[in-house]
């Protein structure tokens, strides 16, 4: 089982870049969570998924983030225009419907100059 | 709304001394209670988890957790910690089939 897979694992971009980072699932999974860590917020969900509708992106920060899940082993957390403050780990998350426990992926290392 | 509080930002102890990681949390329906641990530069990974029956739960590398109803709480606790422990620890809830709510997470430090 490979777990739940994100690229990249670390990206550099400059202010105003567009970012665009993803997801693989666990196979059999149907929903998957996005979230922001930071050492001034900590860990926040930003949106998450399930069945491939997004169910509550109340933690999306801004119009400058958007997220897409085209089918059920895949998904994006786009950023554009990308901020020195979206400078951030973000982990994607997968679980069964319901399901007591959420495996995380490695994480991106998001810096933005 | 459902709130976790981790009051200790961070908990140094020396190995093999037992340990607690507090975590205390609001809600107005009954919860799900989990611990996670983050190992460093690694992502987040279930430690043990509260969904009904005994009180006492016990999961992954000698950890175990207690539920407390009366006093909403749920720390974690390990009777010697070893070198290898050392990470951030995360309590989280979720209230019925609701997404988890973090607590804003323990560094637990161990040194020889």
């Known amino acids: 089982d490979a777990g739940v897979i994100q690229s990249p694992r670390h990206e550099v971009t400059e202010m105003g870049q567009e970012v665009t980072l993803r997801c693989k699932p666990i196979s059999g999974h149907n929903s998957l969570f996005w979230y922001r860590q930071t050492m001034m917020r900590g860990l926040e969900l930003l949106i998450y998924f399930n069945n491939n509708v997004p169910i509550d992106d109340s933690g999306m920060p801004e119009d400058r983030f958007s997220a897409k899940m085209p089918n059920a082993s895949f998904s994006t957390l786009k950023i554009q225009p990308s901020e020195p403050r979206d400078s951030a780990v973000y982990f994607c998350?997968?679980?069964?419907?319901?399901?007591?426990?959420?495996?995380f992926g490695p994480g991106t290392r998001l810096t933005v100059l | 709304a459902q709130s976790v509080t981790q009051l200790d930002s961070q908990v140094p102890v020396f190995e093999e001394a037992p340990v607690e990681l507090r975590c205390n949390y609001s809600s107005s329906v009954s919860v799900y209670l989990f611990w996670y641990v983050q190992y460093p530069n690694q992502g987040l990974q279930l430690l043990l988890k509260y969904l009904s029956g005994s009180t006492l739960v016990k999961g992954i590398n000698g950890f175990e957790a207690e539920f407390n109803k009366s006093q909403t709480s749920f720390h974690l606790r390990k009777p010697s910690v070893h070198i290898s422990d050392t990470a951030e620890y995360f309590c989280?809830?979720?209230?019925?089939?609701?997404?988890?709510?973090f607590g804003t997470g323990t560094r637990l430090l161990v040194s020889p």
């Open positions: 998350a997968s679980s069964f419907t319901g399901g007591n426990e959420q495996f």
């Open positions: 989280a809830v979720r209230p019925g089939f609701q997404k988890l709510v």
